[in-house]
């Protein structure tokens, strides 16, 4: 039975929390790795509507790694990785794009619009919400990072009430399209919109001394505790590109960045609306 003292007190102490996120803007990356249960996935959207309900302004930045994978893997293309970066051929990018604008991203606007005309997809194609510039000077390499990020799309969108759901695919000047690491664009974004937080939903339940450990996650965690994680090698691979663009948001005024395990039924709610919290927190 509902004990309504118990319900009112947790009530109270979230209002506290919810109101110092009302009216800011929290940038979500939506990690491929975390998406392949479709009722963890409905349990993520439910969390971003309610958050989005609250008055919060919601920015969804996804990837879909594994999906891309199913997909090379399926027009005989071995996926490969450099620092946790994919490493993207010309046929490469033909299927990312295809995966992440065509398939993920139209996917998600669509759970987010089920009940309501909340959410809009878009890649940095679109009105050139960003350019991508080439991270390597082969003509075969097709990745690229962030380059000149346009927010007046964004923002308007935001004091609209809808919540933007962004694909890592950016073109440079030529019109030439890349493929760009989702956790580089989910920072770069945060960024240039001045977010309050950035939020990565990821497979692990946050940054772990040793990831086949839970018990070892590390709660709280400062730039200067990262960077020695990071020299150290505890930090590798996917989580490489994640913490460099911690780094970065947290020493351009982004106030917390938090690292939470997106397979754990409403870990959002859970890291945002409680005391405890459930991930890594990382602070200046
Ligand atoms: N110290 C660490 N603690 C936790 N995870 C770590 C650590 N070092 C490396 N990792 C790896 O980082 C991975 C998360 O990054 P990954 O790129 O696979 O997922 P994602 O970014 O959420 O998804 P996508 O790349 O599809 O958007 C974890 O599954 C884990 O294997
Ligand atoms: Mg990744």
Redesign the pocket.
């Known amino acids: 039975m509902l004990n309504s003292t118990q319900f009112i007190q947790d009530l109270m102490s979230m209002s506290s929390l919810i109101r110092q996120y009302v009216g800011q803007i929290i940038v979500i ?1 939506y ?4 998406m392949q249960d479709e009722s963890l996935k409905k349990a993520v959207i439910d969390d971003i509507l309610f958050l989005h309900l609250l008055g919060i302004k919601i920015v969804v930045v ?5 999906i891309i994978n199913h997909w090379l893997y399926k027009c005989n293309i071995k996926p490969s990785f450099e620092n ?1 970066v994919r490493i993207t051929d010309q046929k490469t990018m033909e299927i990312v794009q295809m995966v992440l604008e065509g398939k993920v991203n139209k996917n998600l606007v669509s759970m987010l619009n089920l009940f309501g005309n909340y959410a809009i997809g878009l890649s940095g194609r679109d009105l050139n919400l960003m350019h991508a510039v080439p991270l390597s000077s082969n003509s075969n390499d097709f990745v690229g990072t962030v380059g000149k990020v346009n927010t007046k799309i964004l923002t308007s969108l935001l004091k609209d009430g809808y919540i933007p759901v962004i694909a890592s695919i950016a073109s440079d000047s030529l019109g030439r399209v890349y493929n760009i ?3 580089t664009v989910a920072g770069a974004l945060s960024k240039a919109l001045k977010a309050q937080k950035l939020i ?5 339940s ?4 040793d ?1 086949a450990k839970p018990d070892t996650l590390l709660k709280n965690l400062t730039v200067p505790q990262v960077l020695d ?1 990071k020299q150290n090698n ?9 913490v460099d663009c911690c780094i970065d948001v947290l020493r351009s005024k982004v106030q917390s960045v938090h690292i939470i395990n ?1 397979c754990l039924p409403h870990a959002l709610l859970l890291e945002m609306l409680t005391s405890d919290r459930v991930g890594s927190m990382l602070t200046l």
């Open positions: 990356k990690g491929g790795s975390a996804h990837g879909g790694g594994p946790g690491n989702a956790d990565f939903l990821t497979d692990t946050g940054i772990m001394f990831i994680l505890v930090i590798k691979g996917g989580m490489i590109p994640k997106g």
